[in-house]
């Protein structure tokens, strides 16, 4: 089965800075691989996600690239914020072209500090 | 939120005993997840559905069970309910129309005493 790995565990910067998570995938017929932050007591949200057949998307301080020969994925924040606290997932799956897809398989997360 | 809604949303419960986590979703989305999530694990899936009788496992399906007999709800059943079952479970649907994006439930926190 699919095996994501997430580096780093945690991270600290400086308010303004920019944060960098990365993971990895296994599984070459992976195609959909989207990121969720998580803050305390609450569900995973959505923030951001891309295709295999997409190499970077963008969606205001929010970037994520991917590699598919490498094998990995990564989530940029620019401009970090206090609101960005929080911890981060990445995730990937099979998306089925007649709809659905397989379940998705998690990093372990990534807890963003933003320090003032 | 996709419209879905987990219940109960805090159990306490006792070892040996049966529990089932309840999701249910307003949208006549087809796929259904059950995630739970631990400290150190991240989300891990439990099981899904791909449509209504239709179920298969995840990665850590050993003590659990589903039934999905309608497409708006999809059942997760702890048969005899151990501490290492104790966790946060997560419902989830993949949302076709916006290209299989799934999205969660806001969580069910389950303590096995």
């Known amino acids: 089965g699919e095996n994501v790995e997430q580096h780093p565990s945690t991270l600290s910067v400086q308010e303004g800075d920019s944060a960098v998570i990365k993971c990895t995938y296994s599984d070459s017929a992976s195609n959909y691989f989207p990121w969720y932050k998580q803050e305390l007591g609450k569900r995973p949200q959505l923030i951001i996600d891309?295709?295999?057949?997409?190499g970077e998307k963008k969606d205001q301080r929010i970037a994520v690239t991917l590699n598919k020969t490498a094998k990995h994925f990564s989530l940029h924040i620019t401009e970090t914020q206090p609101e960005d606290s929080a911890v981060y997932f990445c995730?990937?799956?099979?998306?089925?072209?007649?709809?659905?897809?397989?379940?998705?398989?998690f990093g372990k997360g990534t807890h963003l500090i933003i320090q003032p | 939120d996709a419209g879905i809604t987990q219940s109960p949303r805090h159990k306490v419960t006792e070892t040996g005993t049966p529990v089932t986590l309840r999701c249910h979703q307003t949208e006549n989305h087809r796929y259904m997840y059950w995630y739970r999530q631990d400290p150190g694990h991240g989300l891990r899936l439990i099981h899904y559905s791909y449509g209504v009788k239709d179920t298969d496992k995840g990665e850590v399906s050993d003590g659990y069970s589903v039934s999905r007999s309608k497409t708006e709800d999809f059942l997760l059943t702890l048969e005899s309910a151990t501490s290492s079952q104790t966790s946060v479970y997560f419902c989830a649907i993949s949302q076709t129309e916006s290209g299989n994006t799934i999205y969660f439930g806001e969580g069910s926190w389950l303590t096995v005493v």
């Open positions: 891309i295709r295999s057949n997409v």
């Open positions: 995730a990937a799956s099979r998306a089925h072209s007649g709809g659905g897809a397989d379940g998705l398989t």
